[in-house]
Structures are given as structure tokens and as C-alpha cells.
């Protein structure tokens, strides 16, 4: 069994390939730049595993919550490659993604609280048990709610509003504790949660993931930035030049 794996929706761009014996990945911070990153990422994994395309048996890809732009660049390219191949591509989110890069030991007995930061003043958030399964549905969650989705046992805390949410969380006097080193998803992780679905027949090649959306994207009118344009009034009492 071979899965490359994609990951496009956070500040980084990673790439894996995953086979019975080895993992092999790499990735790169970027703020932008992932749809010119990702090819090239693709064919030096592919490389260094002296394996070609025709040899993956299935693809994994991040579906979000993350980066609007981010995450339907990997979504792309994962879904035209299995498209083209005739192979299954299986759907991981970003926040299943990190909770697997956090072992058991690691944890301690702790539920998992995966917290991504959505840059709008709120996080992504999702609730793992203690022993792997999620307590919660993804979501978005302001700060103030963050308290109200955790269990009543200690908590782990991972993702890139690691630090805000423990912050917000100590003060409370509640029992968390921040993981180190699992910031944000790596292609690794996305991988093997890839991989468990594949074998559990959980997805085919025509039935290609979705991104997951948590909120809207910021839309609307373009606001006019300089000086108001005048208009004419008709109550003005003024006559208006020609």
C-alpha cells in the first residue's frame, strides 16, 4: 500500500509518501507560494522513495478548516491527480491531522483539545478523548466559548492557537496544558488517518472529498476608500451645476 499525502491549509506545505516500510515527507513555511511549492514538493517525495506515480494506491488531503486559497490548492491538485489515475482520494481534516501527530504517551490520560487560529478572532476547534476518538464536531468557537466544548478532565492542547487558548484557559482554573511541537498539520499524519480509511473501504476513487468550510469567506462590496463622491440631493435647497 502506497498514499502520497498533501497538506496546503496552514502556513506550511507539506508533501508524504507513505509504504509499508517507509514514511517519507517534507515540508516548508510558507505564507503564500503553495500552488508553485506543491508540484515540485510532489516529485522530489516521489523521488526520494524511488517510486512513480503509477505505483501510489491512494491519495490524502487536507480538507480544511484553514486558508481559503490554501486549502483548495491542495484539494485541487489531490482530487486531478486521483481523477487522472483512477485511484481513491481520501479526505483528512486539519485538525484530525494533528491530533494524530499527538501519541498517547504524550497525552498522558488527557483529552486533546486541537485549536487552529482562524486570523478572525476566533479558533478552529475540535475535542478528542483520551483515547482517540473525537468528543466534538469541528467547529468554530469564540474564546469566551472555548471552556464550555471541554470535558470535565485534564486536557492536552495542540494546533496554532495552542498558546492563546491555554492562556484563556489557566485563568479559569482548568487543567490544561499546552503539547509541544504540533503546531500545525504535517502531510505525515494526514497519511496515516489516509491510509486507516483506505483499508477501512471508507472512500473511492468517485467520491472525492470536499473542503470543509466552518465559516463564510469575507465578501462584500469594496469599501471606497478616499474622498466621499458628492452626490446631489434633491432636498438640498442648492441648484447643481451643470
Known amino acids: 500500500m502506497n498514499i502520497l499525502a498533501l497538506d496546503t491549509t496552514t502556513s506550511a506545505c ?7 516500510e ?3 515527507g517534507r515540508s516548508e ?3 503564500r507560494g503553495h500552488a508553485e511549492a506543491l508540484l515540485p514538493m510532489i516529485k522530489a517525495v516521489l523521488n526520494e522513495a524511488s517510486m512513480g506515480f503509477p505505483e501510489i494506491d491512494a491519495l490524502g488531503v487536507t480538507v480544511g478548516p ?9 484539494l485541487a491538485a489531490a482530487r486531478g491527480m486521483a481523477l487522472a489515475a483512477g485511484i481513491p482520494c481520501v479526505g483528512v481534516t486539519s485538525l484530525e491531522a ?11 490520560g488527557r483529552a486533546l483539545l486541537v485549536a487552529l487560529d482562524s486570523k478572525r478572532g476566533d479558533i478552529f476547534a475540535q475535542v478528542f478523548a483520551a483515547t482517540g476518538p473525537p468528543l466534538t464536531a469541528p467547529e468554530a468557537v469564540s474564546f469566551d466559548g472555548l471552556a464550555d466544548i471541554l470535558p470535565e478532565q485534564p486536557v492536552v492542547v495542540a494546533g ?14 482548568l487543567d490544561v496544558v ?3 511541537g504540533c503546531s500545525s498539520p504535517h502531510a505525515r499524519d ?21 473542503p470543509l468550510y466552518l465559516r463564510s469567506p469575507d465578501t462584500g462590496a469594496p469599501k471606497h476608500r478616499g474622498r466621499p463622491k458628492p452626490t446631489d440631493t434633491p432636498n438640498s435647497g442648492r441648484p447643481v451645476k451643470p
Open 14 to 20: 507539506s508533501v508524504a509518501v507513505m509504504t509499508d
Open 22 to 24: 517507509v514514511m517519507i
Open 29 to 31: 513555511v510558507m505564507e
Open 66 to 74: 484553514g486558508a481559503f486559497t490554501g486549502l483548495r490548492i491542495g
Open 98 to 108: 494533528i491530533a494524530e501527530a499527538i501519541d498517547f504517551e504524550k497525552r498522558a
Open 160 to 173: 496554532t492557537a495552542a498558546a492563546a487558548a491555554v492562556e484563556c484557559l489557566v485563568p479559569r482554573g
Open 178 to 180: 499546552m503539547a509541544a
Open 190 to 210: 494526514v497519511a496515516r488517518v489516509a491510509a486507516r480509511r483506505y483499508i477501512a473501504g471508507e472512500t473511492t476513487a468517485n467520491n472525492p472529498p470536499s
